[in-house]
């Protein structure tokens, strides 16, 4: 008698357990359904919600709201052009909600790709206008220094009334850079800052008057600056270095 009630008892549990494992898996079946909407949330400047749709539904094409991988679906959205960063949450019952935050452009970059405010390149996409950015180019992986130095130029010579409009890296590690759109300065590798203060004394005390007529500026001199005129270049002090 006592085999049997306990054979009883473990029928019941098995069954018990078979009840449980089946309506949980009914039940999830029933939660896990196909995705019907997919809202978008956001400030966007540059790129329209409709633009962000259009890639972000081929990640989700075909997956169900409790089976899709969001972290997966999250690293492939993030290669979209202008999302900075991405999170996604579901929505019940059928419902999948993408909150997107849009890439801050801050410079052009080696003439195809954009600058964002931590000097991490980013292609452009659809964006063709951006207004008045400058153009900054260097090596691959340089943008944070590139930015940084051109942030450097900037709050030194903006006193002046100067621009920089362009600053490039060349591989050798030489520096040169743009002033309102018209005149080079070649600052070189070595003794940055002793060759800045020199241009700056230099367009103080002459330079700027004579703006329009100046092809480039060359600091790579031990003591002062070589500037190149439109049809001659004159020497102010010979030596040349890096």
Same mark, same amino acid.
């Given at each position: 008698?006592?085999?049997?009630?306990?054979?009883?008892?473990?029928?019941?549990?098995?069954l018990g357990?078979?009840l449980? !494992?089946?309506g949980?898996?009914?039940?999830?079946?029933?939660?896990d359904?196909p995705?019907e909407?997919?809202?978008?949330k956001?400030?966007?400047?540059?790129?329209?919600?409709?633009?962000l749709?259009?890639?972000?539904?081929?990640?989700?094409?075909?997956?169900?709201?409790?089976?899709?991988?969001? #972290?997966?679906?999250?690293?492939?959205?993030?290669?979209?052009?202008?999302?900075?960063?991405?999170?996604?949450? +579901?929505?019940?019952?059928?419902?999948?909600?993408?909150?997107?935050?849009e %890439?801050?452009?801050?410079a052009?970059?080696n003439d #195809?790709e954009?600058l964002?405010?931590?000097g991490?390149?980013?292609?452009?996409?659809?964006v063709? +206008?951006?207004?008045n950015l400058p153009?900054?180019?260097?090596?691959?992986?340089? #943008?944070?220094?590139?930015?940084?130095?051109?942030?450097?130029?900037?709050s030194?010579? #903006?006193?002046?009334?100067?621009? !920089?409009? %362009?600053?490039?890296?060349?591989?050798?590690?030489?520096?040169?850079f %743009?002033?309102?759109?018209?005149?080079?300065?070649m600052?070189?590798?070595?003794?940055?800052e002793a060759r800045?203060?020199?241009?700056?004394a230099a367009? %103080?005390?002459?330079?700027?008057?004579?703006a329009?007529?100046?092809?480039y500026?060359?600091?790579?001199?031990?003591?002062?600056?070589?500037? @190149?005129?439109?049809?001659?270049?004159? @020497?102010?002090?010979?030596?040349?270095?890096?």
């Amino acid at each position: 008698m006592a085999s049997r009630s306990s054979a009883g008892t473990l029928f019941g549990l098995v069954l018990g357990l078979a009840l449980m !494992v089946a309506g949980g898996q009914a039940l999830w079946t029933w939660l896990d359904r196909p995705i019907e909407r997919v809202t978008i949330k956001g400030d966007f400047e540059h790129v329209s919600a409709a633009y962000l749709q259009r890639h972000i539904a081929p990640l989700i094409r075909g997956q169900s709201w409790l089976s899709v991988p969001l #972290g997966d679906v999250r690293q492939r959205a993030l290669t979209i052009d202008w999302l900075s960063e991405v999170s996604i949450s +579901r929505r019940w019952p059928d419902t999948l909600e993408f909150e997107l935050f849009e %890439q801050q452009p801050v410079a052009y970059w080696n003439d #195809g790709e954009l600058l964002n405010v931590r000097g991490e390149a980013f292609k452009a996409g659809p964006v063709t +206008r951006l207004g008045n950015l400058p153009n900054l180019a260097g090596p691959q992986g340089s #943008g944070s220094e590139v930015l940084a130095e051109m942030d450097a130029l900037q709050s030194q010579l #903006g006193g002046l009334g100067l621009n !920089v409009s %362009q600053l490039r890296l060349e591989p050798r590690g030489a520096w040169r850079f %743009q002033v309102n759109d018209t005149v080079w300065v070649m600052l070189g590798r070595n003794d940055r800052e002793a060759r800045l203060a020199r241009f700056m004394a230099a367009w %103080q005390r002459r330079l700027s008057d004579e703006a329009s007529q100046i092809r480039y500026i060359d600091l790579r001199y031990p003591n002062g600056v070589a500037v @190149a005129w439109h049809g001659e270049t004159t @020497a102010l002090e010979n030596g040349q270095e890096g």
